[in-house]
């Protein structure tokens, strides 16, 4: 027994030793694990948008339909103390319309949280403005007593309010909505559509009273400059590329496909940036993922899944293929996808480099927008609960 013992008391101190490094998550011992998971948190990023759409805010929506897919790449480089990346869920309402029910203050819940880009793309092209009053204590007690938000102190839960005309509309009082918001730990931002003085006289400027929100004014009817680069044309192929990757199934497989087809057109056909950081969008898995529809994500790590799809609901070529040559065939379009993805994501750097430079040799101030405030609320931010952005 006695010659077992160095043995094994070497094997125990090299496990503890392994377990140790693990537990202090040193960055060069995780490179060496390739086929580990990443990281898992509890924390999410639950993030609501309340558009005005009275009469006066075309210009708003349109910037909302732009700004989705910069406001979506900066959550996906947002990751916790542990490396991990929460989880994003994003719901979306629209408020100051008389289309709506006056008896909740003409507001509509156009979709409860989600996580899939697409159906969200599309339900921002499918506002439409009409006058109306706008009663922003409302839609912001409604979002939060009619929305599931997270439990958890560490989860980032926002509020951004977007619009103009007196915050003090309509019969739920700002104070008795933050006094709600607060309770549930989510953070308020009101963004205003017009002159910051004006803002600050119509009540939009709440600063402490809604979790420490921020206040803000921008230009909603400001057009944001396409700035042209070298990498434009290569990274658009390459999304055409990465749709072929996607293999439907389900009742709704097709149409979802579709309509990732669709949102692509839509996006390019508005502005070739909003077109492009859609596809900046895409490249991230952590952000852009359908394992509710596509094969592909549905298996990623998780091959017994192939034994629970109906063939019946795969696209005609595919109905008659036999498990191992299913799986076969997701494999190789899981590799096609990583090596697309890592192409879009280096060329879109060197796009950003691009424009960063173009931008320096230019003397204009930057416009306030929805897009660049959202994203410099959010960086901001997500460091109260201890997330930074890459």
């Not at 793309?121 to 007690?141: H, K, M, P, W």
Request: glycine share 6%.
């Amino acid at each position: 027994m006695q010659t077992n013992r160095k043995p094994l008391l070497a094997v125990a101190t090299v496990c503890t030793a392994a377990l140790l490094a693990f537990a202090f998550c040193k960055p060069h011992k995780q490179k060496q694990i390739t086929t580990a998971p990443p990281p898992t948190t509890d924390q999410k990023i639950q993030v609501a948008i309340l558009l005005d759409v009275s009469n006066s805010m075309d210009g708003l929506i349109d910037q909302a339909k732009a700004q989705l897919w910069t406001m979506v790449n900066t959550l996906g480089r947002v990751h916790c103390d542990n490396k991990a990346n929460p989880k994003i869920e994003i719901a979306l309402y629209e408020y100051g319309t008389p289309r709506n029910d006056v008896r909740k203050g003409y507001i509509r819940q156009i979709n409860n949280f989600m996580t899939n880009l697409d159906s969200l793309s599309q339900n921002l092209f499918a506002l439409t403005t009409n006058g109306g009053d706008e009663y922003c204590g409302q839609v912001i007690y409604s979002s939060i007593n009619e929305l599931k938000w997270d439990s958890n102190p560490n989860s980032y839960k926002v509020i951004f309010i977007a619009g103009n005309e007196s915050f003090r509309q309509g019969n739920v009082s700002f104070t008795q909505a933050c006094t709600a918001a607060k309770s549930k730990g989510v953070i308020v931002n009101t963004i205003y559509c017009g002159e910051r003085q004006q803002g600050i006289r119509e009540f939009w400027n709440l600063m402490g009273e809604c979790g420490n929100g921020s206040f803000t004014n921008i230009n909603q009817d400001y057009k944001i400059e396409d700035i042209a680069t070298p990498y434009d044309d290569e990274i658009f192929k390459l999304n055409e590329q990465l749709n072929s990757t996607y293999i439907s199934y389900g009742a709704r497989g097709q149409a979802l496909y579709e309509k990732q087809q669709k949102m692509d057109q839509a996006n390019t056909m508005m502005s070739k940036k909003a077109g492009i950081k859609r596809a900046e969008a895409k490249s991230n898995n952590m952000i852009y993922n359908n394992a509710d529809w596509d094969l592909v994500d549905r298996t990623a790590g998780k091959e017994e899944e192939i034994q629970k799809i109906d063939k019946k609901t795969l696209p005609d070529s595919l109905q008659n293929k036999s498990t191992a040559e299913l799986k076969t065939i997701i494999v190789q379009k899981q590799k096609e996808r990583a090596a697309i993805q890592t192409k879009m994501i280096a060329l879109n750097r060197q796009r950003q480099q691009y424009i960063n430079e173009q931008k320096k040799k230019g003397a204009d101030a930057t416009v306030s927008t929805m897009e660049t405030e959202v994203e410099r609320i959010i960086k901001e931010q997500v460091k109260r609960f201890k997330m930074n952005v890459n």
